[in-house]
C-alpha cells in the first residue's frame, strides 16, 4: 500500500524559497503520476503541479515560472522547489498519487 509522507514547510518570508519533499513508500518508477496539491484556510484544495514517469511536469497558472517539481528514484523522492514564494501561497502542500494522499506540510509566507 502507497503511502507518502511530506516534509520541508515552515515559516519564509515574502520572496523565499522552500523545497518540500514527498517521501513515497513504493518505487517511483512505478508512479504513473505525482500531484501536489495545496488548500489555504478556508479555501478548497487545489492543484498545483504533477509530475509523469516519463518525467513531464505541469504547472498551475498561479505558480507557473516559480515552482519545479522534480524526483530522485534513488531516495523515493518527490520535490517541489517553490521560488519567490508570496503571501498567496500560504497553504498545506499535500502529495497525491491516485486515491492516496500524504498529511501535508504547512507552509507560511510572511513578514
Known amino acids: 500500500q502507497v503511502q507518502l509522507v511530506e516534509s520541508g514547510g515552515g515559516l519564509v518570508q515574502p520572496g523565499g524559497s522552500l523545497r518540500l519533499s514527498c517521501q513515497v513508500s513504493?518505487?517511483?518508477?512505478?508512479?504513473?503520476?505525482i500531484n501536489w496539491y495545496r488548500q489555504a484556510p478556508g479555501k478548497q484544495r487545489e492543484w498545483v503541479a504533477s509530475?509523469?514517469?516519463?518525467?513531464?511536469?505541469n504547472y498551475a497558472d498561479s505558480v507557473k515560472g516559480r515552482f519545479t517539481v522534480s524526483r530522485d528514484n534513488f531516495k523515493n523522492t518527490v520535490y517541489l522547489q517553490m521560488n519567490s514564494l508570496e503571501l498567496e501561497d500560504t497553504a498545506v502542500y499535500f502529495c497525491?498519487?491516485?486515491?492516496?494522499w500524504g498529511q501535508g506540510t504547512q507552509v507560511t509566507v510572511s513578514s
Open positions: 513504493e518505487r517511483i518508477f512505478d508512479f504513473y503520476v
Open positions: 509530475l509523469t514517469s516519463t518525467e513531464n511536469t
Open positions: 497525491n498519487k491516485g486515491a492516496k
